[in-house]
């Protein structure tokens, strides 16, 4: 059970190595789990049909700047 949009999400290739626990839970929950239906991120595309930044997190929240890949 994974999301569809896996392969072209940019938060899941940003974050999906990341030793981080919150970010590993989110990808837990939302890209390989249950809540991948309720995914803001999906949501943001469906709406805006184009992907939201990646330091959007699944939740709809911005990515705190000190767990940031790019900054
Ligand atoms: S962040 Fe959302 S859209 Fe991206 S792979 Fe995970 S569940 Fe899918």
Redesign the pocket.
């Given at each position: 059970m994974q999301?569809e949009?896996?392969e072209t999400?940019g938060?899941?290739k940003e974050y999906q190595g990341t030793l981080d626990l919150a970010c590993r839970g989110f990808?837990k929950t939302?890209?390989k789990g249950p809540q991948?239906n309720e995914?803001r991120?999906?949501e943001y595309r469906q709406a805006h049909g184009k992907p939201p930044v990646t330091e959007m997190m699944?939740n709809g929240q911005t990515m705190p700047k000190e767990y940031r890949k790019n900054d």
């Open positions: 999301c949009l896996l999400c938060f899941f990808i939302y890209c991948m995914c991120r999906k699944p």
